[in-house]
Antibody, heavy 117, light 112 residues
Framework: QVQLQESGPGLVKPSETLSLICTVS?????????WSWIRQPPGKGLEWIAY???????NFNPSLKSRATISLDTSKNQFSLKLTSVTAADTAVYYC??????????WGQGALVTVSS | DVVMTQSPLSLSVSLGQPTSLSCRSS???????????LSWFHQRPGQSPRRLIY???NRDSGVPDRFSGSGSGTDFTLTISGVEAEDLGFYYC?????????FGQGTKVEIK
């Protein structure tokens, strides 16, 4: 059974960088796979942030205006998200997920990140 | 971006009654490989989403057969043949044909 778990600070100050790590178990990230970050502002819908292939290619939602980076560490079976210059609008539950066939089949439990001074 | 429009935004259903949720896309979701990448997810309060249906009508393992998906092009439907108490929550459609992949705003299902 594939499991994903997000970790990282729950509070980030405006203009600083949000950093999250997703630890994957039950599946080797060194095999052909795609890994994603998706977010959900409180009381709102879901927004796909980015995905990355285990081989290194990636794709980002243009709405993030180049503020997001994603990286994989297959030796640790982890991948990460960094979002720079955050504002209150970036307050959300951040989910890591496995993308498979242009959809998500496994989700993490989600990590609430609040942007506030 | 492809806009996914769900309707209704909320509905209240009696236990055992059937119901249908609609999802419409602003562009056709038929991809060049012949597949239509439309998925449905269910999210209970405080939980992460769970996929129910992928590629319009394929039910995920473990998903009860009271859930079914249909549609083509820009018009899609999730049908619950007989609502059970555990079905409450939000339902989201999602398209994976055009990047960035996008979700509908959700339909909230309440039990009467």
């Amino acid at each position: 059974q594939v499991q994903l778990q997000e970790s990282g600070p729950g509070l980030v100050k405006p203009s600083e960088t949000l950093s999250l790590i997703c630890t994957v178990s039950g599946y080797s990230m060194s095999t052909d796979s795609y890994w994603s970050w998706i977010r959900q502002p409180p009381g709102k819908g879901l927004e796909w942030i980015a995905y990355m292939h285990y081989g290194g290619s990636s794709n980002f939602n243009p709405s993030l205006k180049s503020r997001a980076t994603i990286s994989l560490d297959t030796s640790k079976n982890q991948f990460s998200l960094k979002l720079t210059s955050v504002t209150a609008a970036d307050t959300a539950v951040y989910y890591c997920a496995r993308e498979w066939g242009r959809t998500v089949d496994y989700w993490g439990q989600g990590a609430l990140v609040t942007v506030s001074s | 971006d492809v806009v996914m429009t769900q309707s209704p935004l909320s509905l209240s259903v009696s236990l055992g009654q059937p119901t249908s949720l609609s999802c419409r896309s602003s562009q056709s979701l038929l991809y060049s490989d012949g597949n239509t990448y439309l998925s449905w997810f269910h999210q209970r309060p405080g939980q992460s989403p769970r996929r129910l249906i992928y590629r319009v009508s394929n039910r995920d393992s473990g998903v009860p057969d009271r859930f079914s998906g249909s549609g083509s092009g820009t018009d899609f439907t999730l049908t619950i043949s007989g609502v059970e108490a555990e079905d409450l929550g939000f339902y989201y459609c999602m398209q994976g044909t055009h990047w960035p992949w996008t979700f509908g705003q959700g339909t909230k299902v309440e039990i009467k």
